[in-house]
């Protein structure tokens, strides 16, 4: 099956830890993305990469950091930067209609 | 000013019932829409793409209306399992192939 997958579900960080989300996709899409969504709000764009090794900065890229090494995959670091990680991460990718995917979702706890 | 705005709701109806959501955007280049729904505590999922003529999935009818600005869903026939949250996209090609979610709007079906 095609699709995007996110590990690991769930992410307990200790203050001034650094983490790492994964984000893998088999869909063979150029474009991935990842937002953070805070309850009961929207998703805010983090980074966003159209190709292999570029990517470019969202709305709150401060305290975060990614790489794109793979067309596969699209890493996300949350860095001890980021003052309050606490929060859904979602990963997308995009086909060639512009019709986002998105992965299950990793939620982070900052303990 | 935000890129796309929706009603948070929620709107509460019974079974059977015909429900509209709208959205409306702010840039005029806007040049792809979605609508997505999210259940609680899960990644969104794509419902349709929204086309200049509008278009027909089933209960689902959408919208666009590009003169004014905003986008429509409407629900015929309301089921217990639509109940969610529903997002309105938007997609600038031309900035970066970005997208813009609006907060969503809850929708509560009841028996």
């Known amino acids: 099956d095609g699709g995007i997958t996110q590990s690991p579900k769930y992410l307990f960080r200790k203050e001034g830890q650094n983490v790492t989300l994964s984000c893998e996709q088999n869909?063979?899409?150029?474009?991935m993305y990842w937002y953070r969504q805070d309850p009961g709000q929207g998703l805010r764009l983090i980074y966003y990469?159209?190709?292999?090794?570029?990517?470019q900065k969202g709305d709150i890229a401060e305290g975060y950091s990614v790489s794109r090494e793979k067309k596969e995959s699209f890493p996300l670091t949350v860095t001890s930067a980021q003052k309050n990680p606490t929060a859904f991460y979602l990963c997308?990718?995009?086909?060639?209609?512009?019709?986002?995917?998105f992965g299950p979702g990793t939620r982070l706890t900052v303990l | 000013r935000k890129e796309v705005e929706q009603d948070p709701g929620p709107f509460n109806v019974p079974e059977g019932a015909t429900v509209a959501f709208n959205c409306t955007y702010s840039?005029?280049?806007?040049?792809?829409f979605f609508w997505y729904r999210q259940d609680c505590r899960k990644e969104p999922k794509l419902l349709m793409s929204?086309?200049?003529s509008g278009n027909e999935d089933g209960r689902f009818t959408a919208q666009l209306n590009r003169a004014s600005q905003y986008i429509s869903l409407l629900i015929r026939d309301s089921k217990l399992s639509d109940s969610a949250t529903y997002l309105c996209?938007?997609?600038?090609?031309?900035?970066?192939?970005?997208?813009?979610f609006g907060s969503g709007t809850k929708l509560n079906v009841k028996p």
């Open positions: 997308a990718s995009t086909n060639r209609a512009y019709e986002q995917f």
């Open positions: 869909l063979n899409h150029d474009a």
């Open positions: 990469s159209q190709i292999v090794n570029d990517f």
């Open positions: 840039n005029s280049a806007s040049q792809s």
């Open positions: 929204v086309y200049s």
């Open positions: 996209v938007v997609n600038i090609i031309n900035n970066f192939n970005k997208f813009y």
